[in-house]
């Protein structure tokens, strides 16, 4: 299968990739979780050229992740800021997260520690069931066909 081909398929994974399954994608969304918005310091933090930051932010606004919003008239210049459908990726960010720090931190820990704002606890994210409120966890999921799928 190639990379352009994913977006075709009847899986939400690999449509899902299409649009953030790049590493670079993945890293400028890490960073917008952090608050950083400026092109500048996207290029900056991720050491790579200017064409890959633009081509990986034009995909995110063009598939509504991001939002190009200007901070400056003259000369006009523009920020990104997540969108809701950005927003709902902070899971899948988290999670990523997570298993980087329980499996490739060092001796000192984790790089960065997230604080829930409401207790004022460092935390680290879990995976509830939307129905009862328990932690799920692999073993306990199982996957059907819903209705999206198509017969083979």
Do not use: N
């Amino acid at each position: 299968m190639k990379w352009e081909d994913l977006s075709d398929q009847p899986c939400s994974i690999s449509r899902a990739l299409a649009v953030i399954g790049d590493r670079w994608t993945l890293m400028i969304l890490r960073d917008c979780f952090l608050g950083v918005r400026r092109f500048e310091v996207f290029q900056r933090r991720l050491g790579v050229s200017r064409t890959i930051v633009t081509d990986r932010l034009r995909v995110l606004v063009d598939e509504g992740v991001l939002r190009r919003v200007a901070y400056q008239d003259k000369p006009v210049r523009h920020e990104y800021r997540l969108t809701e459908k950005g927003l709902d990726l902070h899971p899948v960010v988290m999670a990523i997260a997570h298993f980087g720090d329980s499996h490739y931190a060092d001796a000192a820990g984790p790089p960065v520690l997230r604080r829930h704002k409401g207790c004022g606890c460092d935390f680290h994210p879990v995976q509830v069931c939307s129905e009862c409120g328990e932690t799920v966890t692999a073993r306990q999921v199982e996957a059907r066909a819903a209705p999206g799928f198509p017969e083979p």
